[in-house]
Structure formats: C-alpha cells, structure tokens
C-alpha cells in the first residue's frame, strides 16, 4: 500500500508485528548508525524539516521502536534525543527470504545436534552458490560495496568503511531477526559466507551480541 506525505510516494512495510513507512525507516537507519541523535540532526541528514521528523519519531515511539530522553549540560535547557528501542534495533526492511529457506530446510533435516558444524559448511555452501556471480570487482574493497549494495537492496543496510588502510564491512543491520541470540553461530555462518562469496578470509571484528550498534567484519 502507498500513500503520499509531503509531496513523495512512501510505501508501507509489513515486518513481524510492525507496519513502518518507508521514511520511517530511514529513521530506523539512521538511529542504527548513532546512539542517539536530535531532531535538528535527523532533519539535516534526511534533507527534511523538523516537523517532518517529529511526525515519523512519534509514529515510531507509538509503535515501540524508538525512545526518546532527556540530556542536560552543563549550562543552557535540557533537550531531547531519540535512540532505538531493543525491537527497533532487531528492526530490518523484509524478512530475508532467502535465509529462511535455506536455513529451514537444512534445520529439519537434521536430528542430530552433534553434526551442527557440518550444518555450518553447508549453509556457507548455499548461499554462496546464490550471492557469488552477484557480486563483482576486481579489488576486495569493489567487492566488499558490490556485496553491501546486494544486502542493501534487500533492505538490509551495509557499509563499507576503511579501518586504517583495510576496508571494513558493516552490518548495520542484523537480517537474521531474532535468530542470533537463540543461537550465536549463526554469526559464524555469516563471516564462512562473506569469506567465501568475497574469495577473502573475514573476521567478525565486532558484534552486536556483544552490545555493539552494528557488525563489523574486517579482513583477517
């Protein structure tokens, strides 16, 4: 469903047991990326008014994804600053189909806990298979933005950034929902796969199982 705010065309999307405006989300991501930001900084980086962003921060405050509190200095008024929630951080654009079915499908085959490793390898496998002919460049840095511009136009947003001279990989966001902290190595079957679809061994540098906003993979 679309309607129109502002002038622009803003789709909705239906994740979990949420309904968010594709502007809001842009909020969402934002939010990601800080731990906390005003509505003066919010309006400036989505080139918007403040009224603009209020409207989106309550929608998103209704909902249970975003929290607002209040900071003081050492001089001057209070003011406001909004931060995601922990549901506003699980938060991502589309369920990640492609995870779902392959994930789904090795889980129900197999009974045994004690061959979880091999599950491991064959989930890399997989999704290798599907995302390496995706993903181009000659350079492991071309690579690493081909790749975050294929997780990024599934609506699960990644970055690539430099850490001194190596480019660093960031997960904004976690397209595995809940899943992680249920069972962590899903984590290492993530940093199998970016080894493998990139042709370069990754290490999962900071995680947001740890507290982190984000997660980062660097070259290893």
């Known amino acids: 469903?679309?309607?129109?705010?502002?002038?622009?065309?803003?789709e909705n999307h239906t994740v979990g047991n949420y309904t968010?405006?594709?502007?809001?989300?842009a909020v969402i991501d934002l939010l990601r990326?800080?731990?906390?930001?005003?509505?003066s900084e919010?309006?400036?980086?989505?080139?918007?008014?403040?009224?603009?962003?209020?409207?989106?921060l309550n929608r998103l405050m209704a909902q249970g994804l975003v929290d607002r509190e209040q900071r003081r200095g050492d001089r001057g008024r209070p003011w406001h600053v909004y931060l995601l929630t922990e549901a506003g951080r699980r938060q991502t654009g589309n369920n990640f189909t492609?995870?779902?079915?392959?994930?789904?499908?090795?889980?129900?085959?197999?009974?045994?806990?004690?061959?979880?490793?091999?599950?491991?390898?064959?989930?890399?496998g997989r999704f290798t298979e599907l995302y390496r002919n995706q993903v181009t460049g000659s350079t492991i840095e071309q690579r690493m933005k081909s790749l975050a511009q294929l997780f990024s136009s599934r609506d699960v947003p990644m970055e690539?950034?430099?850490?001194?001279?190596?480019?660093?990989?960031?997960?904004?966001?976690?397209?595995?929902?809940?899943?992680?902290?249920?069972?962590?190595?899903?984590?290492?079957?993530?940093?199998?796969?970016?080894?493998?679809v990139l042709g370069q061994k990754l290490r999962l540098s900071q995680c947001r199982l740890d507290g982190e906003n984000c997660c980062k993979f660097e070259l290893n």
């Open 1 to 10: 469903m679309a309607h129109t705010v502002e002038n622009h065309t803003v």
């Open 33 to 39: 990326r800080s731990d906390c930001l005003r509505i």
């Open 42 to 56: 919010l309006a400036s980086a989505m080139s918007v008014t403040a009224t603009a962003v209020r409207q989106r």
């Open 160 to 196: 690539v950034s430099e850490d001194g001279q190596l480019p660093v990989l960031t997960a904004v966001a976690c397209p595995y929902g809940d899943l992680p902290e249920q069972d962590g190595s899903i984590c290492a079957l993530e940093s199998m796969l970016f080894s493998e």
């Open 98 to 124: 492609d995870l779902a079915m392959v994930l789904w499908h090795e889980i129900r085959s197999i009974r045994d806990p004690e061959i979880r490793r091999g599950l491991l390898g064959r989930l890399s």
């Open 20 to 25: 968010t405006e594709s502007s809001d989300s």
